[in-house]
């Protein structure tokens, strides 16, 4: 069974960091795209940041230069490095695994910025 797990979620004050990760199991996650996504309280869910199996990143322009996807297929993993991080980045964050087609999420991990 494919599985995505977010950790690493949690307070945090204004200006501060947050790492969360994303373990895979049930497959590869090299051959997989994944990206991370955000849901805020009364907001539609909008992507966030995205690594191709090529490691090729692209991410939201607001979070562009704070933010930095990476993964280790090593340990089947992916992380979103959250620095400088802002009241709007409240948010549920999820992980996401495309394969061909298919798509599978995590559950998600609350992120909470606020002094």
């Known amino acids: 069974q494919v599985q995505l797990v977010e950790s690493g979620g949690g307070l945090v004050q204004p200006g501060g960091s947050l790492r969360l990760s994303c373990a895979v199991s049930?497959?590869?996650?090299?051959?997989?795209?994944m990206a991370w996504y955000r849901r805020a309280p009364g907001k539609e869910r909008e992507w966030v940041a995205t690594i191709t199996s090529e490691r090729t990143t692209a991410y939201l322009d607001v979070v562009e230069g704070r933010f930095t996807v990476s993964r280790d297929n090593t340990k089947n993993t992916v992380y979103l490095q959250m620095n400088d991080m802002r009241p709007e980045d409240t948010a549920v964050y999820y992980c996401?695994?495309?394969?061909?087609?298919?798509?599978?999420w995590g559950q998600g991990t609350q992120v909470t910025v606020s002094s």
């Open positions: 996401k695994a495309t394969i061909f087609r298919d798509e599978y």
């Open positions: 049930g497959f590869g996650a090299r051959i997989a795209i």
